[in-house]
């Protein structure tokens, strides 16, 4: 990938040789979003942890390979997001920085919509890639990880337990594999390189891992630890594609 070649020409000239700068523009996760809680007014909120989030741990990895290398991090991540609204904040939040790659990751609250808001998903995906293509900025598509597949039995409050109840059922029934097949599918006819972590948490599925412990919340959000899958994936996939 051409952002291989931007980290090593800086790596072996750190005079002349221009900083690199990735953007990853996603949902709750690429925010940096785990646990949740309730609120005195009843509502939910989560918690915030972006330095525990994907994009810190992928920029302490290329720290080690290129320590002279400065990587600045945009984060476009904003909990709730989809596709749709990826694409209306793409300028303001991504496009306007200039960014040398880009990351692109929805999926999981896109889902929502069911096999109807399958047409907006992909539809909003393709302006993204597109519009990334001609600014020329380097773009990665990010499969996410999977959701909850059954109701924890960690989640003792109601609200909690219905919204993981709504996300075991679209799991289980394949409705987020659908938009990521779509997605892909998409990918393919665009070529646009794709890092597809969701593949790696269905091998672990199959190896007979409890997926739903690897969520923070127990309904969608990787624990801090599988943080670290997206970003290995994300050096093997700038390393290797």
């Known amino acids: 990938m051409e952002i291989v070649q931007k980290l090593a020409a800086r790596a072996a000239d750190n005079w002349n040789a221009g900083a690199v700068t990735i953007a990853f523009l996603g949902d709750s996760v690429t925010q940096g979003c785990f646990e949740l809680y309730k609120k005195s007014d009843g509502s939910v909120e989560t918690y915030f942890d972006k330095n ?7 920029a302490r990895i290329l720290a080690v390979l290129y320590p002279n290398v400065p990587v600045n991090i945009i984060n476009a991540g904003i909990s709730g997001s989809n596709a749709v609204h990826g694409l209306e904040r793409l300028e303001r939040d991504v496009l306007r920085h200039r960014p040398d790659m880009a990351v692109v990751c ?37 499969t996410p990880n999977m959701m909850a597949t059954e109701v924890s039995c960690h989640l003792t409050e109601e609200p909690f337990r219905n919204i993981a109840e709504s996300v075991s059922s679209m799991q289980n029934d394949g409705i987020l594999e659908l938009y990521l097949n779509a997605a892909k599918a998409l ?15 269905k091998m672990l599925s199959r190896c007979g891992v409890n997926i739903t412990d690897l969520l923070a919340n127990k309904i969608n959000h990787p624990s801090r630890e599988m943080n670290w899958l ?4 994300l050096v093997e996939t700038m390393l290797t594609c």
């Open 106 to 142: 929805f999926g999981l609250n896109d889902c929502g919509g069911g096999e109807p808001g399958l047409k907006a998903y992909t539809e909003a995906l393709e302006k993204i890639f597109i519009s990334l293509r001609q600014e020329r900025i380097e773009t990665v598509f990010m």
């Open 187 to 201: 990918c393919r006819r665009l070529d646009v390189t794709v890092c597809d972590c969701y593949e790696k948490w």
């Open 230 to 233: 997206f970003a290995a994936a």
């Open 52 to 58: 525990s989030a994907y994009h810190n741990y992928l």
